[in-house]
């Protein structure tokens, strides 16, 4: 024969009363603590910044969606600016070579200048 369910009812009941109190407690503990924050300038901002907090991203997954475009374009920008920083770098390498060979070539044409 199968053994009969167990009789949840008591239970069930223990924890809505529970959750009942709990639910009290935590309300009362929310009020006492608005309170608190409203006697004082910096809890009075903080209870300002609350309600815009509900504005955010539900999570961060639709955060990270609604960033990849930014974040896509920063990283191409990022990029043309790397590829600008090598080119301008690489071109004052070669303005350096360029001048250094023009002082050389004026110190050759005044050596020569004095054999003549």
Same mark, same amino acid.
Do not use: F, W
């Given at each position: 024969? /199968?053994? +009969?369910?167990?009789? @949840?009812? &008591?239970?069930?009941?223990?924890?809505?009363?529970?959750l009942r109190q709990l639910r009290d407690e935590s309300s009362s503990?929310?009020?006492? &603590?608005?309170q608190k924050l409203a006697s004082s300038q910096s809890g009075q901002?903080?209870?300002?910044?609350?309600?815009?907090?509900?504005?955010?991203?539900?999570? @961060?997954?639709?955060? &990270?969606?609604?960033?990849?475009?930014? /974040?896509?374009?920063?990283?191409?920008?990022?990029?043309?600016?790397?590829?600008?920083?090598?080119?301008? *770098?690489?071109?004052? *390498?070669? /303005?350096?070579? #360029?001048?250094?060979?023009? /002082?050389? #070539?004026?110190?050759?044409?005044?050596?020569?200048?004095? &054999? +003549?």
């Amino acid at each position: 024969s /199968a053994a +009969a369910p167990p009789d @949840l009812s &008591l239970p069930s009941a223990v924890l809505e009363t529970r959750l009942r109190q709990l639910r009290d407690e935590s309300s009362s503990v929310s009020q006492s &603590l608005t309170q608190k924050l409203a006697s004082s300038q910096s809890g009075q901002n903080l209870l300002h910044i609350g309600p815009s907090l509900s504005t955010l991203p539900p999570d @961060l997954r639709s955060l &990270l969606d609604a960033l990849r475009p930014t /974040a896509s374009d920063v990283e191409r920008y990022e990029s043309a600016n790397r590829t600008e920083l090598v080119r301008v *770098v690489e071109a004052g *390498v070669e /303005a350096r070579k #360029a001048r250094r060979r023009a /002082a050389e #070539a004026e110190e050759c044409a005044a050596m020569c200048g004095d &054999l +003549a």
